[in-house]
């Protein structure tokens, strides 16, 4: 079965960094399409980000620049590292598992919530 | 980026009814468009790939349909557990993108 657990959020104040982690067990992150997610307070989900292949990265319009994805292969973790973060930036995040080959987002964790306030 | 649009916004049916949620896209993703079901306090459940597709343990009685820029998702005989907010997304270009959701509530 796989399972993908969050953690890292917090409160951090606009401008600050925060780093999210994401363990993964039942599948290898290396070898899998492996995102981001995530929904503000009162909002929709919107898709933040990805890494698959050797490495290879996307991200949303609104994030590029500021946060980056990684994994770690040794330990099969996904990270998100966020900077210059905005009040805008506060939701619920959740690391995704995409389907074989990058189709739909099959498998969610519970999430971690991030808040950007002063 | 692609532009995915959702109609309506909300939709006030009762159990056991059909209802049919429609997804727009900016241009055409073919048949690149996923659906999930999301309730509160709950991580989102994929229901549909390739546009008609059901995934893993999703009942017959949710069905998806359309290709190019016109896509629906239809519920047959509405039960208490569907209530809750779906979302279509195409995967067929980055960014992905996400429709602003239909919430399907108890009339």
């Known amino acids: 079965e796989v399972q993908l657990v969050e953690s890292g959020g917090g409160l951090v104040l606009p401008g600050g960094s925060l780093r999210l982690s994401c363990a993964v067990s039942g599948v290898t992150v290396s070898t899998n399409y492996m995102s981001w997610v995530r929904q503000a307070p009162g909002k929709g989900l919107e898709w933040v980000s990805v890494v698959y292949g050797g490495g290879t990265t996307f991200y949303a319009d609104s994030v590029r620049g500021r946060f980056a994805i990684s994994r770690d292969d040794s330990k099969n973790t996904l990270s998100l590292e966020m900077n210059s973060l905005r009040t805008e930036d506060t939701a619920l995040y959740y690391c995704?598992?995409?389907?074989?080959?990058?189709?739909?987002?099959?498998?969610w964790g519970q999430g971690t919530t991030v808040t950007v306030s002063s | 980026e692609i532009v995915m649009t959702q109609s309506p916004a909300t939709l006030s049916v009762s159990p056991g009814e059909r209802v049919t949620l429609s997804c727009r896209a900016s241009q055409s993703v073919p048949s690149t468009l996923a659906w999930y079901q999301h309730k509160p306090g709950q991580a989102p459940r994929l229901l549909i790939y390739?546009?008609?597709t059901r995934a893993t343990g999703i009942p017959a009685r949710f069905s998806g349909g359309g290709s190019g820029t016109e896509f629906t998702l239809t519920i047959n005989s509405l039960q208490s557990e569907d209530f809750a907010v779906y979302y279509c997304?195409?995967?067929?270009?980055?960014?992905?993108?996400f429709g602003q959701g239909t919430k399907v509530e108890v009339k």
């Open positions: 995704v598992r995409d389907q074989s080959g990058g189709g739909g987002m099959e498998v």
């Open positions: 390739g546009a008609s």
């Open positions: 997304q195409q995967y067929s270009r980055w960014p992905r993108t």
